[in-house]
């Protein structure tokens, strides 16, 4: 009978001996490569952290000790010692979460999926933990990769003031965050990977010293007086000491032996103290291990042999957006791109691989790049900080005070906007058209297919005085949408075929072909419709107004919250121009999204092409002013549909 079917929560660790855990870890690498190569998830992260999580549940006592993970992508195992062993629905509706969830279990502390907060979490556990009088540990385990982002800095200065404050903070070093850690940190780490270590140093003198009689015990209780300086010289790990922690390591994170015995020392410490872990990321599959851009970091289905794909599709945004920078980069040379540890996942390698001295990774420190963007463009050049949309919010001060206060000539680009699905919540990009809308000057741009990606890509680094941001979904691109004709900066999705239109329909970026599905579905009911794509949803376009006064009802359809987004800059629009003409705004109602795939979760929250065209449909009836069933199809036929159309009608799902 396999280990691991026998473990149903941490305490069935303790009767395992040291043979049996070597081969539940083992069993847990062959559980992940098959279960995350059905479903896709973080791979890499977790193969490296076997042991660890095996050691940590041995030493200490979840969920009386909190056992907090940055990021929470490597708590795979850490689900698995706790309980939760089906993965057969991996980041899909109705199964686990891809990281932490309060709500899956009470292990989970945090739902920990945006980088370099722990430390914060932990301080403020831990405080809580002291005033309480509680007998409880925290621990908080942080990759090497989230230790180049600010706010863990700033943790550890204030973690660092109590020092009989009990706090044990495991790094889990595996020179990695999505491709290999870069910095003064990371030079730090490999500086501490490649010494012996005082502490083995120092056993190894006292023990020659024990035996040396007379001047032995006193010289050795002068070396160890003089232990800074000693340590600087035979591992440098001063910068944490300097900070007033306790420093242990670096341990093999490999060996769950020595990390118990590491971390049974951190635990009886009584202040706060680094245990700083060596571990490889993709151990124990070689496909991983043979992948040198970022060790199998996410996957989607995979051959669990072989590591490939199952199967391919076709080109999606982020290539598109990729292939296009290496194109400027060659036409114009002070186009420079930042990234923030994620070069490949947001499309910058063939730029970097292009142009390696105009890429600049700032690690997991988004507020950083946004700073040095303006930095970048003040001194003459034009930065592209691409970034996922949900991991700008994290810079929004910067953009705010610094880019745009500044006027400074940055270029923003968002991937992974909208509803992304299954990586939940934080994952989702659904803030960013709602919290740029306050910044003056800013221009944003939403891309609708690959060709005004490219173009509009193109659009906003000629802006030299005014920060731009062009945003795009994950995934395949699908076909081009063909503008039939032009107002003002708006593209033209679709004619009405009459002077006096029911419905000025206006489709936000990726959402064009379900705008498009829309009108159709609305055109069967007899109502006419224009559909315009902004192209440039801020500022809204001076043609707007005029264009919606020509018609009887506006309606919105943006991936993004409905609160301070397209749709309410579009009203506020007509509004100022004096049009008094109803808006119906459809986007991500303001609630944090369950994982599930994006057509599931579109689905839930009523954004799909038939639902918008049932309430569309209702809302030009009462304008009608006729009996509820009654539209104004000409034919049997078509009142017939309209009533069956109507009597639908839903409300919106807030």
């Given amino acids: 009978m396999p280990l691991l079917t026998r473990i149903t929560g941490p305490r069935d660790l303790d009767r395992l001996s040291l043979e049996q855990l070597n081969q539940l870890a083992e069993e847990i690498r062959t559980f992940l490569v098959d279960a995350v190569s059905k479903t896709g998830g973080h791979l890499g992260p977790n193969l490296g952290v076997v042991e660890l999580t095996i050691a940590l549940h041995r030493v200490f006592e979840s969920p009386k000790d909190k056992v907090l993970w940055d990021t929470g992508h490597q708590s795979y195992v850490h689900k698995l010692l ?20 309060q709500a899956e279990s009470e292990h989970d502390v945090i739902e920990n ?100 009689p007379v001047v032995g015990k006193p010289l050795y209780e002068t070396l160890h007086g003089a232990k800074k300086g000693l340590k600087d010289f035979i591992a440098p790990q001063g910068m944490f000491e300097d900070l007033g922690l306790k420093y242990v390591g670096p341990i093999d994170g490999h060996d769950i032996e020595a990390l118990e015995s590491a971390l049974a020392r951190a635990k009886r410490f009584g202040g706060p103290v680094i245990v700083h872990c060596l571990t490889e990321k993709g151990r124990g599959y070689q496909p991983a291990l043979q992948d040198e851009a970022d060790r199998f970091h996410a996957v989607g289905k995979i051959h669990p042999d072989t590591g490939l794909p199952i199967s391919t599709s076709g080109a999606d945004w982020t290539s598109v957006f990729g292939d296009e920078m290496v194109k400027l980069g060659e036409e114009r040379e002070d186009v420079v791109a930042i990234t923030a540890a994620m070069l490949q996942p947001v499309g910058l390698d063939r730029f970097a691989k292009r142009f390696p001295e105009r890429v ?42 610094d880019v745009a206060l500044h006027k400074c000539g940055v270029t923003f680009v968002l991937d992974r906007a909208g509803i992304t699905g299954t990586d939940g919540a934080s994952h989702n990009g659904m803030w960013d058209m709602s919290i740029l809308q306050v910044v003056p000057g800013l221009r944003l741009a939403a891309p609708r297919d690959a060709d005004q990606v490219r173009a509009q890509l193109r659009e906003a680094v000629q802006v030299k005085d005014a920060p731009t941001v062009v945003r795009f979904s994950k995934g395949a691109v699908g076909p081009a949408v063909p503008a039939v004709g032009r107002v003002g900066g708006m593209d033209v ?19 064009a072909p379900m705008c ?7 055109d069967q009911q007899g109502i006419t419709t224009t559909v315009v794509d902004p192209r440039w949803v801020k500022p809204v376009d001076e043609a707007m107004a005029p264009l919606a006064e020509k018609h009887r009802v ?34 991500i109602p303001p609630r944090f999204l369950d994982h599930a795939s994006r057509a599931e979760v579109m689905a839930e929250i009523g954004l799909t092409a038939p639902d918008i065209a049932r309430q569309v449909t209702g809302l030009v009836s009462q304008l009608d002013g006729l009996p509820h069933a009654r539209l104004r199809g000409t034919t049997p036929a078509a009142r017939s549909a309209a009533e069956t159309a109507v009597d639908s009608v839903e409300p919106a799902r807030d």
């Fill in 516 to 522: 498009l599905e829309i009108a159709n579905l609305l």
């Fill in 493 to 511: 999705l679709r004619e009405p075929g009459t002077d006096t239109p029911d419905v000025l329909l206006v489709s936000v970026g990726a959402l």
């Fill in 82 to 101: 706790t309980g939760r062993q089906d993965f057969s629905k991996l980041k899909m509706k109705g199964g686990l979460s891809g990281y932490p969830s």
């Fill in 360 to 401: 600049f990774d700032v690690g997991i420190a988004e507020q950083h790049g946004a700073v040095s963007a303006a930095g970048l463009a003040t001194g003459g050049l034009h930065p592209v900080f691409a970034v996922y949309a949900t991991f700008l919010n994290r810079a929004f001060d910067q953009v705010l005070m």
């Fill in 113 to 212: 999926s945006h980088a370099s907060t722990v430390l914060g979490w932990a301080d403020g556990l831990a405080k809580a933990s002291q005033l309480l009088k509680r007998d409880d540990h925290v621990v908080a385990v942080i990759g090497d990769g989230a230790l180049t982002g600010g706010m863990a800095w700033e943790a550890l200065n204030n973690i660092a003031e109590a020092k009989d404050r009990p706090l044990v903070i495991v790094v889990n070093d595996n020179e990695r965050s999505y491709a290999p850690t870069i910095g003064g940190l990371a030079n730090h780490l490999a500086t501490l990977r490649t010494t012996d270590g005082y502490e083995r140093f120092l056993a190894r003198t006292k023990d020659i010293l024990d035996r040396t």
């Fill in 554 to 587: 506006v309606v919105t359809v943006e991936d993004n919250s409905r609160v301070g987004g397209v749709g309410s800059a579009v009203a506020q629009a007509l509004r100022d121009a004096g049009v008094d003409v109803p808006l119906r705004d459809f986007g």
